[in-house]
């Protein structure tokens, strides 16, 4: 069973701005006698990131507000990527959910505390891979009451029970908190067994639901990979669980139903599966019968691994299905580094792959890893012309981002590589270790120049010269992005700041 303890000491959080906010959580339980109310926070990103103009919500959220609303409590889900917070429905509210990932949870914290100053009182619970790892640091902001370790669904009855003071802590597996000024964990909560005993999220709960063009939907959880820079498998485990094929299509034909008897415009799908084709068996039963039922979405854009292609008739069946984009975690162009990082994947097979899918007509997003420790800039440089050989239709350069919970996060803090302790910078657009072969510098901007090149108005040209017009827009949005980012005052202080640190780094390298 996964432990919530982490692996290594955390970086020293010194410019932490909630640090000392008085709360009642730091002498002892917080009761809120009648729950009737409660406000469910996705937190932005900050800055210029690659989900910049997509409005995803996560579902964690929506599906613990429905599990609310079955219990009769009010639930609203504010997700400020799609919509912004009404303070008025959490000043009414008896408590506040926040769900965080690692680059989001600075401003969860800023938004627990901002809670906590209109509403004296107010419960506020934080959960999401970050806090699932580090739930000391969260509970000593001072904001945040109790953290909630691993995934809620199904235990939101004892969370209400212990916010309501009728149990305790130790009573809710998963929960944290501070009693009689101890830090307590309540043992770990296995995760759920059984996805069809997960409800449906009810989007029409997400304030602002209506502006989604695309519809998320997650029907499996865990990977039976391991690659150590990725916390999936810490957070939701290395088996992989599944809806039952008729609870899936019962969702589909759901969706179906309502767009058609409401007159709506059908929207398309992404599958937050991490890797939705991992059972083919599986896969293939499920959208044979959602072509069998009459119940696909216009388009539907899914996360597998490059192997998908190796199984012939399940890429006849996913083109049928509409089936229009594939999501690759390719990392890497080199062997050795696939290797030592745990893909189980060569470069070969990718290669082979994508002319699998060029020829099924399903295009391909490629995301890459830059820094790991053998990557210099001419990694990244023939990394970007390898790109641009195979014709991906759109890629991401993500700079190694060593996540709390990870090996790699372990390692890093073992040889003190962690350069930058400010959670804002975890979004894999910002280097925050100090690479092994070059400095940060040089890494960074390598990057920023491979997206460049990679989203250049040529290259957007081409595509809609063949009358490509989804690859189009898509690279222009990259275009547009990368743009943006290169333009952000903090960004271009953030670029200057590497520079001027470079001589030392340099150095340093000449001695190692």
């Known amino acids: 069973m996964r432990s919530w303890k982490i692996p290594a000491p955390v970086p020293r959080m ?25 406000a469910l926070i996705e937190p932005r990103q900050s800055g210029i990131h690659v989900f910049s103009g997509t409005a995803l919500p996560r579902l964690g959220l929506p599906i613990l507000a429905t599990e ?38 600075n401003r969860a914290y800023a938004l627990a505390a901002e809670a906590k100053s209109q509403v004296p009182g107010i419960a506020t619970v934080i959960g999401g891979p970050h806090v699932t790892f580090l739930p000391e640091e969260a509970l000593g902001t001072g904001a945040i009451d109790y953290v909630f370790r691993g995934e809620a669904d199904g235990a939101i009855a004892e969370l209400i029970s212990v916010l309501s003071g009728e149990a305790q802590i130790a009573d809710c597996p998963g929960l944290s908190g501070i009693a009689d000024g101890q830090t307590v964990h309540a043992p770990d909560r296995p995760p759920t067994r059984d996805l069809d005993s997960v409800p449906w999220p009810d989007m029409s709960l997400i304030a602002g639901w209506h502006r989604l063009r695309t519809m998320p939907m997650e029907l499996s959880r865990g990977c039976p990979f391991d690659c150590d820079f990725c916390c999936v498998v810490r957070m939701f485990g290395r088996r992989c669980r599944r809806k039952s094929i008729e609870a899936a299509l019962d969702q589909l034909e759901r969706k179906a139903f309502a767009e058609r008897s409401l007159g709506l415009k059908p929207k398309s799908v992404f599958i937050y599966d991490d890797n939705h084709t991992a059972n083919r068996e599986w896969a293939k039963r499920l959208w044979e019968a959602a072509i069998a039922r009459d119940i696909l979405p216009p388009s539907v854009f899914m996360q597998t691994r490059a192997d998908v292609t190796e199984d012939l008739e399940l890429m006849g069946i996913l083109r049928r299905a509409n089936c229009h984009q594939f999501f690759w975690g390719i990392e890497s162009i080199d062997d050795a580094t696939l290797a030592s990082v745990g893909k189980h994947q060569t470069v070969m097979q990718v290669e082979a792959a994508l002319r699998v899918a060029r020829a099924h007509r399903v295009r391909v997003h490629g995301m890459f890893v830059l820094g790991f420790d053998g990557d210099t800039p001419e990694t990244v440089q023939r990394t970007t012309q390898w790109a641009l050989r195979h014709d991906l239709t759109t890629i991401q350069f993500l700079l190694l981002t060593p996540l709390p919970g990870t090996p790699v996060y372990a390692r890093m803090i073992e040889a003190d590589r962690i350069t930058d302790t400010n959670w804002d910078h975890y979004d894999a657009h910002h280097i925050v270790f100090q690479p092994a072969a070059t400095t940060r510098f040089r890494l960074q901007l390598a990057a920023m120049k491979g997206m460049g090149k990679f989203y250049s108005w040529p290259r957007i040209a081409a595509a809609a010269n063949r009358y490509h017009w989804a690859t189009a827009y898509l690279r222009a949005q990259g275009h547009r992005v990368l743009r943006a980012w290169l333009k952000a005052a903090e960004n271009r202080a953030y670029l200057r700041s590497l520079r001027a640190a470079e001589p030392r780094e340099l150095r340093t390298l000449v001695r190692a």
């Open 68 to 105: 609310l609303d079955r219990m009769g409590i009010k639930a609203r889900v504010f997700a400020e990527a799609l919509s912004p917070i009404d303070w008025r429905y959490v000043r009414e509210s008896q408590a506040v959910f926040l769900s965080s990932i690692t680059p989001t949870v």
């Open 14 to 38: 010194s410019q932490h701005r909630y640090a000392c906010l008085p709360s009642q959580a730091c002498q002892g339980v917080l009761r809120v006698p009648k729950i009737k109310q409660i």
